[in-house]
Each structure stands twice: as structure tokens, then as C-alpha cells.
């Protein structure tokens, strides 16, 4: 292994907006490959910052419980590309899985270009039916419209689509604006309730889908949490993505507009130490989900503020939107990153919020609301981050599609033989793998163990 000189411009950037002990970054070193993750923007520090201070959050974490010193942190720089790219290197029963839907790609609009979402089954019949075609049409459709134009009708359908901008163009659009306003991480203190005696492990009711979300509760069940993923009955997770991102949980399904599925729903929620949600902001409210003395953790596409902030969103649509497919593209074509990390900076980014605010709760008690979006990490990629290295000086970086075996492990599981990426989460006596395989979606009770 190649030790490199550690570059903590990101780790302290991040680690000062979660609210950390900057004299705690001195227990950070790196190592690994140089870069493995090439782009022209820095994602590459994105992807280790945010993989160094949820490991320094877990060790502080760890500090915490045993009342010693907060132990060392070791960010392996390979290890954090292969779990960024996690989703592509998952074989389930040896095979490949699926990534995205025909329809989920860029296209040539009358005036430039537009991205669209497809890839669960709701979401590509709202697309066809704006459009008024059937698959083999999309492109014809598509030509003969503007990119806003489309964007809007889609939208209106209750469709993903969005138009390709600038950095600029982003900048002077009113989401951009609301986002740009908005710390990277939002994080206070809603009363002045007593710290929480816990006893047993953390529990974690995990109301998250896709990847950001799910990314965060896999580390917290990694750290020895008990993580409870709830999903309504009638929308079903991509089984690749829920093998991907179900590590360490279980899964169960709860109809919320069921009177005695509400009642377990505030059962669990009584219980819980930690709610994680992904769902737009102020979907959940009708169910009055905050609870005295939670850490409430909430994850949206745009952000809290702003004409989208209603709107959904994934990953990919969000570096259109914003202008990361312009800076990553060509003339000819917009580009993407090399991972989805905005949804797995962001997610470590959560995962480690939560751990703080379950430091500084246990401390000084009080509940906790941290707010998350993943354009708030595509505008402080494109805004406030320095690389390190530019596209040219990592060639000769291992390519993570490519990763070696170190940083790849199998199990067996109710879903099948499975290859995954190993955690990059580390620090001196950090589990190194999760305890449990995914299940199978929706199939466990109800209830904590």
C-alpha cells in the first residue's frame, strides 16, 4: 500500500460544519491508491472527506461509550472508491446487477439536452404518459420539444425529467439560489429535554429509499445499531438496490394509512432513538413523526427552501441540474461523475451528522434535527472544494470498477450469493463488515429485536 501525504482541506471543511473538535482531525491518516475516482471537479476529496468524518464521528462515538481516548481513523482512499461505487459492484448469485432503466438517460431536446428518471415502474409510466408515446417514441417526442418545456410537462405528470444547465444558469435559478444559502449540513437543537438513558443497542427507524439515505443507515447498522427500514406495502425497492444497501438491517412494510399499522408505526417510533427519513420535506408531517429527545435526521433532492423543494429527485438529476454533467461533459455531450457521490457523500455526510448529534445529545441532551440535500453537496463540490490532483495527473489511478479483492467480500444471504463492497468506514476497533447479509424486502416484523 502507497502512503500518501493526508490533504485535509475536505475533511477539515466537513468536519468544521458537522460541528467537530478540530483537534480531532490530528487522529485522521490516509492512505491507498491515489485518486481512483477521476473527474475534472474534486470528487475524489469529496468522496474521502465525507468517508473521514463519519469515521471520525463513529470513533468520537466510540470515545464516548468507553470513556477513553477517541482512537485513530485510517481513510483508505481505494476502499472509498470501490464503496462509492458499491451498486456497480455488487453480483447477486453472479450476476451483475441492474443499474439504470432504458429510460433513465440523457436526451436531445429541440434546444439541448435533458435527463430523465425511470427507473421504478410509477415513475416511467408518469413519463410516457407526459409525453403522450410509448418507449420506441421517447426520442422522436423528446426532438420536436424544449428542454424546459419537457421538464415542466414531466413534472406535472408526476415524472422525473431535467434540464441540462450551467453552473451559472443553475446559479441564477431560484432552487439554486435557495441552495446556495443553505449550510452543507443544517443542524439544531428543537428543546431542552433531558439526555436519553439508553440501554441496549441504538435503534434506528430508517424511512429512506434509493441511495443517499439507505448509504447512512448501513453505517449506523455497521457501527452496531438496530436499523428498522420501513417501506409502504405498494412500492416495492429495486431488488438490486435493496441488496446493495440492506446490509446489516431488516426490512418491513407498514401501511401509514392503516389505523393499526399507524399505531405500530408510533409504537416502533416511540421507542426509537434516531428517525432517518427521505421522503420531500413535510411528507411525513401529517403522521407527527418528532418525538422528545430523537435525533431526527432528513434527507432531501433540492432542499428544505426554494420552488423545488417539493419536488423529487435523484442523483443523477441533480448533476444536470445543477451544471456537474456540463462541468464533466464534452461539446458534443454532457458528462456524469464516476459515482453516484452525491448520494454516497451524502450519505456518509448523514450518517455522520447523526452521530454527532447523538455525542453532543448524550451530553447535553435536547432533540436534534439535522437536515440534509443532495444539491447541497453538488453545490459545495462545485463551489467549495479544491482538488487535489486534476483528471490528467490520475491516469495511472486504479480504476474502482477494477477494485482488487481487498476491498470485495461474499456472503451467503436470502437473496443469494452475494459480492459487495467491504465499508470504508474505519477506525482501531471498527467492525469491519456488517454482522448481517441483506434479507429479503419487507420480510421482517414490525418490532424491535
Known amino acids: 500500500m502507497i502512503d500518501i501525504p493526508p490533504h485535509n482541506t475536505a475533511t477539515e471543511h ?53 470513556g477513553g481516548a477517541v482512537p485513530a481513523v485510517y481513510v483508505d482512499d481505494g476502499a472509498v472508491a470501490t464503496a462509492f461505487v458499491s451498486e456497480r459492484r455488487l453480483l447477486v448469485g453472479g450476476r451483475a446487477p441492474v443499474s439504470f432503466a432504458p429510460l433513465s438517460r440523457f436526451w436531445r431536446t429541440a434546444d439541448g439536452w435533458v435527463r430523465t428518471h425511470a427507473n421504478y415502474p410509477h415513475h416511467r409510466a408518469a413519463l410516457l404518459a407526459a409525453l403522450g408515446t410509448d418507449e420506441d417514441g421517447v426520442a422522436s417526442v423528446l426532438a420536436g420539444r424544449t428542454a ?48 436519553r438513558r439508553r440501554s441496549g443497542r441504538l435503534r434506528v427507524l430508517d424511512l429512506t429509499r434509493v441511495i443517499a439515505g439507505p ?37 418491513a412494510t407498514l401501511d401509514l394509512d392503516s389505523p393499526s399499522d399507524r399505531r405500530t408505526f408510533g409504537e416502533l417510533l416511540d421507542r426509537a432513538d434516531v428517525l432517518v427519513t427521505g421522503y420531500r420535506p413535510g411528507a411525513l408531517e401529517r403522521f ?3 418525538r422528545p429527545g430523537l435525533v431526527i435526521a432528513r434527507l432531501s433532492a433540492w432542499g428544505d427552501d426554494g420552488p423545488w423543494a417539493g419536488r423529487r429527485g435523484f442523483d443523477s438529476l441533480v448533476q444536470v441540474a445543477t451544471g456537474i454533467a456540463v462541468a464533466e461533459g464534452s461539446a458534443d455531450a454532457p458528462g456524469a461523475l464516476p459515482a453516484q457521490a452525491l448520494d454516497h457523500g451524502t450519505g456518509y455526510l448523514l450518517a455522520a451528522a ?19 440535500a443532495l444539491a447541497r453537496t453538488a453545490h459545495r463540490l462545485l463551489h467549495g472544494l479544491r ?36 465499508p470504508p468506514v474505519h477506525y482501531d476497533g471498527a467492525p469491519a463488515d456488517w454482522s448481517r447479509p441483506p434479507g429479503r424486502w419487507g420480510a421482517d416484523a414490525a418490532a424491535w429485536e
Open 148 to 195: 424546459l418545456e419537457v421538464e415542466d410537462t414531466v413534472y406535472a405528470a408526476g415524472g422525473l425529467a431535467v434540464a441540462l444547465r450551467t453552473p451559472e444558469e443553475w446559479a441564477a435559478h431560484p432552487q439554486g439560489a435557495a441552495v446556495a444559502r443553505q449550510p452543507l449540513v443544517s443542524r439544531e437543537r428543537l428543546d431542552d429535554v433531558a439526555p
Open 354 to 372: 447523526v452521530l454527532r448529534s447523538l455525542t453532543e445529545q448524550e451530553d447535553s441532551g435536547g432533540t436534534r434535527l439535522v437536515r440534509l
Open 288 to 290: 407527527a413523526v418528532d
Open 387 to 422: 482538488a487535489e490532483a486534476d483528471a490528467e495527473d490520475t491516469k495511472d489511478a486504479e480504476d474502482a470498477d477494477h477494485a482488487p479483492d481487498r476491498w470485495l467480500a461474499t456472503t451467503d444471504s436470502p437473496l443469494g450469493r452475494l459480492r459487495y463492497a467491504l
Open 14 to 66: 466537513l468536519w468544521a460544519g458537522l460541528g467537530g473538535d478540530p483537534r480531532l482531525i490530528a487522529r485522521v491518516s490516509y492512505g491507498g491508491p491515489a485518486w481512483p475516482l477521476a473527474a475534472r471537479l474534486p470528487v475524489g476529496e469529496l468522496a474521502r472527506g465525507t468517508v473521514a468524518v463519519c469515521s471520525l464521528a463513529a470513533a468520537e462515538q466510540a470515545a464516548q461509550h468507553t
Open 215 to 251: 448509504v447512512a443507515t448501513r453505517t449506523l447498522a455497521l457501527l452496531g445499531a438496530d436499523v428498522l427500514r420501513i417501506d409502504p406495502p405498494r412500492l416495492p425497492e429495486l431488488p438490486d438496490q435493496h441488496a446493495d444497501t440492506g446490509f446489516g438491517k431488516r426490512s
